[in-house]
């Protein structure tokens, strides 16, 4: 069971390049997230998508764009990189189905290091 | 802005020693307050949550401790080991369905030294 999985783990690009960061779940669950974590700054939540066919934005969706290609993938888009997107992004996924037991438990995955330069 | 904002940045302690972490949220409206562990290298994980109708939770030697008046909670680690040398979370939302959308704190560095 590998529960979230990102790729790429480890990505270094130069400004104004695109890339697409993937998350992909295998828990049955029905929303999930893209954070980005910086020093003393937390989490801050980028997208969400709270079901299949559904996208919002966070805190801080500027210069982002996100899929959700089905239940199980959720992209995150970065159209042109800026050394402001150096950050190491985290997927998550929650079940989400209003359930008493762990329905709005986060997993998260292993994270990917962006570094623009 | 930040909505739950977590003190302190860091914390170091001796083996046994009690690390107290604490958060303070503006949002009325939240009602589910859970605590993440993060190793380095690893995702966060969730360690310990709480909802407002009870002022402590204990699991292990974890504990939540709740003051909806005061809009604060905090987690000590009782006991504490150098294995739970950790970035801990604590975050706020409310409670509902589908698409719960966590708003973390700053996140604290705990160094437990043998």
């Known amino acids: 069971n590998a529960g979230v999985t990102q790729t790429p783990k480890f990505q270094v690009l130069k400004t104004g390049q695109s890339m697409t960061l993937q998350c992909a779940q295998d828990?049955?669950?029905?929303?999930m997230y893209w954070y980005r974590q910086d020093p003393g700054m937390g989490l801050r939540l980028i997208y969400y998508?709270?079901?299949?066919?559904?996208?919002d934005k966070g805190e801080v969706p500027n210069g982002y764009n996100v899929s959700r290609l089905n239940k199980r993938e959720f992209s995150l888009r970065l159209e042109s990189a800026a050394p402001s997107q150096t950050s190491v992004y985290f997927c998550?996924?929650?079940?989400?189905?209003?359930?008493?037991?762990?329905?709005?438990?986060?997993?998260f995955g292993a994270g990917s290091r962006l570094t623009v330069l | 802005q930040q909505q739950v904002k977590q003190s302190p940045q860091s914390l170091i302690v001796q083996k046994g020693g009690i690390p107290i972490i604490n958060c303070a949220y503006e949002?009325?409206?939240?009602?589910?307050f859970p605590w993440y562990q993060q190793f380095p290298g690893k995702g966060p994980a969730l360690l310990i949550a709480?909802?407002?109708?009870?002022s402590e939770k204990k699991e292990g030697r974890f504990t939540i401790s709740f003051n909806k008046s005061a809009k604060q909670f905090s987690l000590h680690i009782m006991d504490s080991q150098p294995g739970d040398s950790a970035t801990y979370f604590c975050?706020?939302?409310?409670?509902?369905?589908?698409?719960?959308?966590?708003?973390f704190g700053g996140g604290t560095r705990v160094l437990v030294k043998p």
């Open positions: 998550a996924s929650m079940r989400g189905d209003g359930g008493t037991s762990g329905a709005n438990v986060l997993t």
């Open positions: 828990m049955n669950h029905n929303s």
């Open positions: 998508s709270a079901s299949e066919g559904t996208t």
């Open positions: 949002n009325t409206a939240f009602d589910y």
């Open positions: 709480i909802r407002p109708d009870v």
């Open positions: 975050a706020a939302s409310t409670y509902k369905a589908a698409g719960n959308k966590l708003t």
